[in-house]
């Protein structure tokens, strides 16, 4: 099937002495590695994350879908949600907001009592991943965590 895992050390790959400053800005450091794959998909997960996970269902889901982007997420308590990035999501669980550590989390739909908080496991279609990053690399009001 042509899969395969490729393992990328973080390093100084831009100019000037900045490393990595979150995940946007590691995958956008090393889009010409991506690009040289021409993968029709990207999976993206936290390097400091440690259990077994078979991605092939979330895949399949995302494909079934039709979606350009899955956040794989958990339902946490509202309270605890200001410690993460958390989404908000409509009735067909599109996401309609990401926002990282909110002081007033979005409520899961259905359960106001809890937030859906990101796991850091991300499937894009590669064009949209590339898209959305060189979209965020001209926003000069972006975070710098992620360009």
């Given at each position: 099937?042509?899969e395969?895992?490729?393992?990328?050390?973080?390093?100084?790959?831009?100019?000037?002495?900045?490393?990595?400053?979150?995940t946007?800005?590691?995958?956008?450091?090393?889009?010409?590695?991506?690009?040289?794959?021409?993968?029709?998909?990207v999976?993206?997960?936290?390097?400091?994350?440690?259990?077994?996970?078979?991605?092939?269902?979330?895949?399949?889901?995302?494909?079934?879908?039709?979606?350009?982007?899955?956040?794989?997420?958990?339902?946490?308590?509202?309270?605890?949600?200001?410690a993460?990035?958390?989404?908000?999501?409509?009735?067909?669980?599109?996401?309609?907001?990401?926002?990282?550590?909110?002081?007033?989390?979005?409520?899961?739909?259905?359960?106001?009592?809890?937030?859906?908080?990101s796991?850091?496991?991300?499937?894009?279609?590669?064009?949209?991943?590339?898209?959305?990053?060189?979209?965020?690399?001209?926003?000069?009001?972006?975070?710098?965590?992620?360009?």
């Open positions: 099937m042509n395969f895992v490729d393992l990328l050390p973080a390093q100084q790959r831009m100019q000037g002495e900045n490393w990595y400053r979150g946007a800005d590691a995958v956008t450091q090393n889009l010409d590695i991506i690009r040289r794959y021409k993968a029709e998909y999976v993206i997960l936290a390097g400091d994350h440690i259990y077994k996970q078979d991605y092939s269902r979330m895949l399949i889901d995302h494909f079934e879908k039709g979606a350009r982007c899955t956040v794989a997420c958990m339902p946490v308590p509202i309270e605890e949600a200001t993460f990035g958390v989404m908000a999501v409509d009735e067909g669980d599109k996401i309609i907001e990401f926002v990282e550590k909110p002081a007033n989390p979005p409520a899961m739909p259905g359960d106001a009592t809890k937030s859906l908080a796991m850091g496991i991300y499937i894009f279609n590669a064009d949209y991943l590339y898209e959305l990053l060189e979209e965020d690399d001209k926003d000069d009001t972006s975070s710098p965590r992620f360009r």
